[in-house]
């Protein structure tokens, strides 16, 4: 009998390259997951340091939103405080000039109190079309630059930190700036209507318009054009209308009051077309431009009768309605300072209450504070309020907020 163990298969090689080949492909595939997870790693690192990033970005404009508040309680808290636009300061209309549409502070006197905008120090305007400056309102908000649709800029403010060795990093920048609505006309009313027709295809007594819950919201309204062209007429009047801004009169909030205190030629022309809105039908009619354009030039100018300084704001609306600057720009248009001041006067107002805040926050790469990691922006409405009827201030609160995008600036 032959041994069945001469019988047994010896590996060959076909068997051992078989297994050769196996050990490759699994040393391949470990390869590639080590590779793939280390890549996912690198991937989850980048962003949450990226999440981080913006997380600081946002705390940075929030940071530029505080001191707004702060800057608002301080010059334009008290009762007797004026508020205008930094226009009458002397500042013309037209492309690079980033400040025109500044608020500004001054006391019951006239004398200046501050520019609400980050970086500002003094009447002095600094220079803000350098790289120390960041855009707040531009063509996002505006389109293009033109007169009267001046682009708004603001210097930034580092944001640092002290390490335990006392070093000093720097974590970002901000910058914000306040803008007064109350120089502006208002979409939303509720009872007499501002004639913002004037300005863009929309009736004040337009459907569902009171529906509406920001300025941007108002090119949703039904009308007679696409709401691309409302949006745009919205964008190229953005210093112009607002939504509905807030007056105290007392303790009482009182919708649409109308700040004299601005060199803005549209405003001008809406005070006038609200004038012929609101007008006895015996009184004559005024001509929006030629009234706006005699206001326009005399808002720059001293009227000292009235008790107005040269770049300054009047202190009053009765010394207004008697300004020379007045008369003129009614005689201007073709109207009676009589009839101008008994339809106007409950409408007019020396101060805002109303002011729309913007800031953005940037976050940089510690190590290169050169390299920009990540911006954001925020957007607030913010109105002042008195809880006492009694009191000489009041306080400021957030009635809108929003965080916007590069393309809404």
């Not at 520019?115 to 063509?139: E, F, K, Q, R, Y």
């Not at 209308?241 to 303790?251: D, K």
């Amino acid at each position: 009998m032959i041994p069945l163990t001469r019988f047994h298969a010896r590996p060959g090689r076909t068997e051992r390259g078989f297994a050769l080949v196996i050990t490759l492909v699994l040393l391949a595939l470990l390869v590639l997951a080590v590779y793939a997870l280390s890549a996912l790693s690198r991937v989850g690192a980048e962003v949450s340091a990226t999440g981080t990033y913006q997380m600081q970005a946002r705390q940075h404009a929030l940071l530029g939103l505080g001191q707004a508040l702060g800057a608002l309680q301080c010059q334009a808290g008290a009762d007797d405080r004026l508020t205008g636009m930094a226009g009458i300061s002397g500042i013309p209309a037209g492309p690079n000039q980033p400040a025109r549409h500044w608020a500004g502070a001054w006391d019951r006197h006239g004398v200046f109190a501050g520019w609400l905008a980050s970086g500002a120090d003094g009447a002095a305007i600094p220079g803000l079309n350098g790289a120390d400056s960041l855009a707040l309102v531009a063509h996002g908000s505006l389109g293009a630059e033109r007169i009267n649709q001046e682009h708004v800029r603001a210097l930034r403010l580092p944001v640092i930190v002290h390490t335990r060795d006392r070093s000093s990093v720097r974590l970002g920048s901000y910058a914000w700036v306040a803008l007064d609505e109350g120089v502006k006309l208002s979409v939303v009313l509720p009872a007499s209507q501002h004639a913002i027709d004037a300005f863009i295809p929309l009736s004040p007594e337009a459907p569902l318009l009171s529906n509406t819950l920001s300025y941007e919201q108002i090119a949703l309204v039904p009308t007679s054009v696409t709401a691309t062209r409302l949006a745009g007429d919205l964008r190229a009047n953005f210093h112009a209308l607002g939504r509905m801004h807030r007056g105290l009169v007392g303790a009482t909030p009182v919708p649409g009051l109308l700040n004299v205190n601005t060199s803005s030629n549209p405003f001008w022309r809406g005070v006038a077309a609200t004038y012929n809105r609101l007008k006895p039908t015996s009184a004559p009619a005024l001509s929006p431009p030629a009234f706006a354009d005699a206001m326009t030039v005399r808002l720059t100018q001293a009227d000292p009768d009235a008790g107005k300084a040269l770049n300054g704001p009047y202190p009053s609306v009765e010394l207004f309605l008697g300004s020379g600057a007045l008369n003129d720009a009614v005689e201007a248009g073709g109207g009676t300072i009589s009839d101008f001041s008994e339809v106007m006067r409950p409408w007019l107002a020396v101060r805002s209450d109303t002011f729309r805040v913007r800031a953005c926050g940037e976050a940089v790469n510690p190590a290169d504070a050169a390299v920009i990691e990540a911006t954001a922006w925020c957007e607030a409405i913010v109105q002042r309020v008195k809880d006492d009827p009694g009191a000489a201030s009041g306080r400021f609160i957030i009635t809108y907020f929003r965080w916007l995008g590069a393309d809404d600036i």
